[in-house]
């Protein structure tokens, strides 16, 4: 967010003066930073009782110039994510979706104030937040525990919610040793300041704690992820299941497994089974840009993967979770139910939690031990940019039929699409999506169109899309260069410009080719090649083994 935006948010919360999900503090050297995590609690759990999708805490400095004292520790820089880490470690996993400084001048003229902006989120449906066993709530400018009827407002939101309903009969002799103490070294990973706290709680108390108990009481969540597998009726007649199907390229089943809860133990065990190859680049158009080889999938995509159909199934439906692998370099992930927020693109461009998942306690209890994101977007975001990166193409989403389909693609479909990413680091995701789906030939809006031909990244009728040829990498760049210098025998940044600019993408400003035109000059003289005299003119080195080169 820009400063002029945040003025304007500061603007509007200050215009709104202080209610229940708007709070504002003073700080200082000395101030007891520790009463952030009960107003963190109280905030959270008011913006959920009022149905708001956000709080805000503010802490200002009273004011501060070159005599006066310096930033609190807690906030200096280095320290807010470390403040966030230690919220969440209190809150069950929840802490502050966003943080912003603003400075601004101080009315009196006494140099300027400092203010912090904390974006808060609501507590999750049928999930008070408490800080240190506390359920804290606003009572104009002071804090109180939250009543009884309201934790029972706000428990009451699970009603609905199948994962949180209770196993009568079920204990936790009905639950994997094995698969606790794998869930209390998840929980110790993300919380290493409770270390020590969470070798003194017993089983029931741990559960509590990460909400997969409710008063030491067995939920559907807790069968799930920690359950033995001769524990699965008391989820019936729904079902917890995996199954892991082999195909060839011709889609014929070639192995398969099946595999039940404890899903927190059953995830190691899926991701042993996909065969995650190594994928060799045999194409020498490609040059530099792909590496010799690469893994097929990155291991937290499948496994972001896996925790989202687990998190997201609709267990109602009494159906098995499915995960597809084809020879042929993809990964199918496919679930029951719908996805709730209907479109991806708008997921990843938002960036916020999502409103009501499919089963809020699982989901909930899966992200506080670390198996998941509080924010859908931010897995979802994740697994796109890991694609990205790989110069792979993007994942492929359908929600049809009642049905989740999620498809990773490990392989390269089109070269230029490859070159595109390799070329142009700066694009967005959005931009590569719709880029994908030319290399794929989906169907595209006339606005999606316009942008990418404005863009210069397509050509073709529309009928028949194609991406644009790629122009010179930096291997040809460097060749090119080293080319001039043998024919002239010096030159100067001007005369490589001259000479590349036509040549570069069309994409590129000019600030951005004269960039990549001294990126390459200077790569060039670290390996040895080049030498610049005190005119600024550049030379072959008479070592250069490109002297020999014809």
């Given at each position: 967010?820009?400063e002029q935006?945040?003025?304007?948010?500061?603007?509007?919360?200050?215009?709104?003066?202080e209610?229940e999900?708007?709070e504002f503090?003073e700080?200082?050297n000395?101030y007891?930073?520790s009463?952030?995590?009960?107003?963190?609690s109280?905030?959270?759990?008011e913006?959920n009782l009022l149905?708001?999708?956000?709080?805000w805490?503010?802490?200002?400095?009273?004011?501060?110039?070159?005599?006066k004292?310096?930033?609190?520790?807690?906030?200096q820089?280095?320290?807010l994510q470390?403040?966030k880490?230690?919220?969440?470690?209190?809150?069950?996993g929840?802490t502050?979706?966003?943080?912003y400084?603003l400075?601004y001048?101080?009315e009196k003229?006494?140099?300027?104030?400092?203010?912090y902006?904390?974006?808060?989120?609501p507590?999750?449906?049928?999930i008070p937040?408490?800080?240190?066993?506390?359920y804290y709530?606003?009572?104009?400018?002071?804090?109180?525990t939250?009543s009884r009827?309201?934790?029972?407002r706000?428990?009451?939101q699970?009603?609905?919610?199948?994962s949180?309903?209770?196993?009568?009969?079920a204990?936790?002799?009905d639950?994997?040793?094995?698969a606790i103490?794998?869930?209390?070294?998840?929980?110790?990973?993300?919380n290493?300041?409770?270390?020590?706290e969470i070798n003194?709680?017993?089983d029931?108390?741990?559960?509590?704690?990460?909400?997969?108990?409710?008063?030491g009481?067995?939920t559907r969540?807790?069968?799930?992820?920690?359950g033995?597998?001769?524990?699965e009726h008391?989820i019936?007649?729904?079902i917890?299941k995996?199954?892991?199907?082999?195909?060839?390229?011709?889609n014929?089943k070639k192995d398969?497994?099946?595999f039940?809860?404890?899903?927190i133990?059953?995830?190691d065990?899926?991701c042993?089974k996909?065969?995650?190859?190594?994928?060799r680049?045999m194409n020498?158009s490609l040059?530099s840009f792909?590496?010799?080889?690469v893994?097929?999938?990155?291991?937290?995509v499948?496994?972001e993967?896996l925790?989202?159909c687990i998190a997201?199934q609709?267990?109602?439906l009494?159906?098995?979770?499915?995960v597809?692998e084809?020879?042929?370099?993809?990964?199918?992930f496919?679930?029951?139910?719908?996805?709730?927020p209907?479109?991806?693109?708008n997921?990843?461009?938002?960036?916020v939690?999502?409103k009501?998942?499919?089963?809020?306690?699982?989901?909930q209890?899966?992200?506080?031990l670390n198996?998941?994101?509080?924010?859908?977007?931010?897995?979802?975001?994740?697994i796109?940019?890991?694609q990205?990166?790989?110069l792979?193409?993007?994942?492929?989403y359908?929600?049809e039929?009642?049905?989740?389909?999620?498809?990773?693609t490990?392989?390269i479909?089109?070269?230029e699409?490859?070159?595109?990413l390799?070329q142009?680091?700066?694009?967005?995701?959005?931009?590569?999506?719709?880029?994908?789906k030319?290399?794929k030939q989906?169907?595209?809006?006339s606005?999606?169109l316009k942008l990418?031909r404005q863009?210069?990244?397509i050509?073709g009728?529309?009928?028949?899309l194609?991406?644009?040829?790629?122009?010179?990498?930096?291997?040809?760049?460097k060749?090119?260069i080293?080319d001039?210098?043998k024919?002239?025998g010096?030159?100067n940044l001007?005369?490589?410009?001259k000479?590349?600019f036509?040549k570069l993408?069309?994409i590129l400003t000019?600030?951005?080719?004269?960039?990549?035109i001294?990126?390459?000059l200077?790569?060039?003289?670290k390996?040895?090649?080049?030498?610049?005299?005190?005119?600024?003119f550049?030379l072959?080195?008479?070592t250069?083994?490109?002297?020999?080169e014809?």
């Amino acid at each position: 967010m820009d400063e002029q935006k945040l003025f304007d948010l500061l603007s509007q919360l200050c215009a709104s003066s202080e209610n229940e999900v708007v709070e504002f503090k003073e700080a200082k050297n000395q101030y007891d930073f520790s009463k952030l995590g009960k107003y963190f609690s109280a905030l959270s759990n008011e913006a959920n009782l009022l149905n708001q999708n956000e709080a805000w805490l503010m802490v200002a400095l009273k004011y501060f110039d070159k005599s006066k004292a310096s930033t609190p520790y807690r906030l200096q820089p280095g320290n807010l994510q470390r403040l966030k880490s230690e919220i969440a470690a209190q809150t069950n996993g929840l802490t502050f979706r966003k943080s912003y400084e603003l400075n601004y001048p101080d009315e009196k003229g006494r140099g300027k104030k400092k203010v912090y902006l904390f974006n808060i989120p609501p507590a999750p449906r049928g999930i008070p937040i408490a800080w240190k066993g506390s359920y804290y709530k606003r009572n104009g400018e002071f804090l109180e525990t939250l009543s009884r009827d309201e934790l029972k407002r706000i428990r009451s939101q699970l009603t609905n919610d199948w994962s949180a309903n209770i196993c009568e009969g079920a204990t936790v002799n009905d639950l994997s040793s094995e698969a606790i103490l794998r869930a209390r070294n998840l929980y110790r990973k993300k919380n290493p300041t409770l270390s020590h706290e969470i070798n003194q709680w017993d089983d029931i108390t741990f559960l509590n704690k990460v909400k997969l108990t409710i008063e030491g009481k067995i939920t559907r969540a807790a069968i799930i992820l920690l359950g033995k597998s001769e524990s699965e009726h008391f989820i019936s007649p729904s079902i917890a299941k995996i199954a892991w199907i082999l195909k060839d390229k011709d889609n014929v089943k070639k192995d398969f497994q099946h595999f039940n809860c404890p899903f927190i133990l059953s995830i190691d065990e899926i991701c042993a089974k996909i065969r995650n190859l190594k994928y060799r680049n045999m194409n020498d158009s490609l040059g530099s840009f792909f590496p010799e080889e690469v893994e097929q999938y990155d291991p937290y995509v499948i496994r972001e993967a896996l925790h989202n159909c687990i998190a997201h199934q609709d267990y109602t439906l009494a159906d098995q979770i499915n995960v597809h692998e084809k020879e042929d370099g993809e990964l199918i992930f496919i679930n029951v139910g719908s996805f709730i927020p209907k479109d991806i693109l708008n997921v990843i461009e938002s960036d916020v939690p999502q409103k009501m998942p499919k089963n809020p306690f699982l989901a909930q209890a899966m992200a506080t031990l670390n198996m998941t994101n509080t924010n859908i977007g931010g897995g979802i975001k994740r697994i796109f940019t890991l694609q990205r990166e790989k110069l792979f193409p993007m994942p492929d989403y359908n929600f049809e039929d009642n049905l989740v389909l999620m498809k990773i693609t490990g392989k390269i479909l089109d070269l230029e699409y490859t070159k595109v990413l390799a070329q142009l680091p700066f694009l967005s995701l959005s931009e590569i999506i719709l880029l994908d789906k030319v290399q794929k030939q989906e169907p595209l809006s006339s606005e999606e169109l316009k942008l990418l031909r404005q863009r210069k990244l397509i050509e073709g009728e529309n009928t028949r899309l194609y991406i644009s040829p790629r122009a010179i990498d930096d291997d040809e760049c460097k060749k090119m260069i080293v080319d001039y210098l043998k024919k002239f025998g010096k030159g100067n940044l001007s005369d490589f410009e001259k000479t590349l600019f036509d040549k570069l993408p069309d994409i590129l400003t000019k600030t951005q080719k004269k960039n990549k035109i001294k990126k390459n000059l200077q790569a060039l003289r670290k390996e040895g090649h080049l030498i610049s005299d005190k005119r600024k003119f550049w030379l072959l080195s008479k070592t250069s083994s490109l002297l020999d080169e014809t």
